[in-house]
């Protein structure tokens, strides 16, 4: 069974701290694809970035960089510099035939 | 705004009703996908439509039934419904399977009182 484990609850950080969020997962699939979303306080879920399982090269798009290890099940979730806006609940998510979301981690960022 | 529309955004009933959530995928979208979230039990999948077919099925109730039309909008149907069924439904689309990234509506909160 799919299992997407985000250990962090809630983080709180000062304006333009960096922020980096811990998700683990666990498949049997060997091609699978890993996900991140944004919740914002006004409740849509906003997609964030999309990475297959033959990828670990880790990149940086923006304030935005993952780290993906596949030899410990990882995929890391990085806010550069972040902002009052990034305020959110951050979902990791893997994909079989459905997606299967972590619990979120709730991220404040004060001014 | 990601493409995908739900309606209504807001909706409050009773026990033992029933009502109809509508989701529009974004255009050139074949696939519709059901998720609740609730406290409780986060983020769960309920059921996936492809093209007018069922295609996979999750945590759904025996209560609950959805379909997707010729014009590909998909319809979430809830009935008999209980003080536990209170959650935010989101509908999400992709191009295809679900290794596709999926877009989300913005949902549709739902009070049972």
């Known amino acids: 069974a799919q299992k997407v484990t985000q250990a962090q609850t809630e983080i709180s950080v000062v304006e333009k701290e960096d922020v980096t969020l811990d998700c683990v997962y666990e498949t049997r699939d060997t091609t699978y694809y890993l996900f991140w979303y944004k919740q914002p306080p006004s409740g849509e879920l906003v997609f964030l970035i999309r990475?297959?399982?033959?990828?670990?090269q880790n990149e940086i798009s923006g304030r935005y960089s993952w780290n993906f290890q596949k030899s410990t099940s990882s995929f890391n979730f990085t806010i550069t510099a972040s902002q009052v806006v990034d305020s959110a609940v951050y979902f990791c998510?893997?994909?079989?035939?459905?997606?299967?979301f972590g619990a979120g981690t709730t991220v404040t960022v004060r001014a | 705004d990601s493409g995908v529309t739900q309606t209504p955004k807001h909706l409050i009933t009773a026990t033992g009703q029933r009502v109809t959530l509508r989701c529009s995928p974004r255009?050139?979208?074949?696939?519709v996908y059901w998720y609740q979230q609730s406290l409780d039990q986060g983020l769960q999948f309920l059921i996936q439509y492809y093209n007018g077919e069922e295609r996979a099925k999750g945590n759904i109730l025996e209560r609950f039934s959805a379909q997707q039309f010729p014009d590909l909008h998909s319809e979430l149907n809830l009935s008999s419904l209980e003080l536990g069924d209170s959650a935010l439904y989101f509908c999400?689309?992709?191009?295809?399977?679900?290794?596709?990234?999926?877009?989300f509506g913005p949902g549709t909160r739902l009070l049972v009182l």
């Open positions: 998510a893997l994909s079989d035939y459905k997606l299967s």
């Open positions: 999400a689309s992709s191009t295809g399977g679900s290794q596709e990234t999926q877009y």
């Open positions: 255009s050139g979208d074949l696939s």
């Open positions: 990475r297959n399982s033959f990828d670990e």
